[in-house]
Nanobody, 132 residues
């Protein structure tokens, strides 16, 4: 059974850095695009970044361009989100998700389409709080 587990969140001061990890089990990430999303209290879930299966293509939300970097290590079945120059407005629960290749193969109750990809299998999330 497909499972995604996020880790690496925490409390950090403005200007600080965190690296989030998204570890997959039950399937191989080699052929799957992975996205990072976030949801702040009272706001809709939004796309932060995504990376293609090969790692050759990435996308970023305008709000994080130049500060966040997504990467993947398929040998470790893990995708990372390096977050630098963090701001209080980055505070949110961060989720990773796998792109659904079709027919609901990767679906855990919620679809979100960004950058032309539909993501359907989600981790439980990790809290990131940026505050002094």
């Amino acid at each position: 059974q497909l499972q995604l587990v996020e880790s690496g969140g925490g409390l950090v001061q403005p200007g600080g850095s965190l690296r989030l990890s998204c570890a997959a089990s039950g399937f191989t990430l080699d052929y799957t695009a992975i996205g990072w999303f976030r949801q702040a209290p009272g706001k809709e879930r939004e796309g932060v970044s995504c990376i293609s299966s090969s790692g050759g293509s990435t996308n970023y939300a305008d709000s994080v361009k130049g500060r966040f970097t997504i990467s993947r290590d398929n040998a470790k079945n893990t995708v990372y989100l390096q977050m630098n120059s963090l701001k209080p407005e980055d505070t949110a629960i961060y989720y990773c998700a796998a792109e659904d290749p079709g027919e609901g193969k990767y679906y855990s109750g919620y679809y979100l389409t960004v950058w032309g990809r539909t993501f359907g299998s989600w981790g439980q999330g990790t809290q990131v709080t940026v505050s002094s």
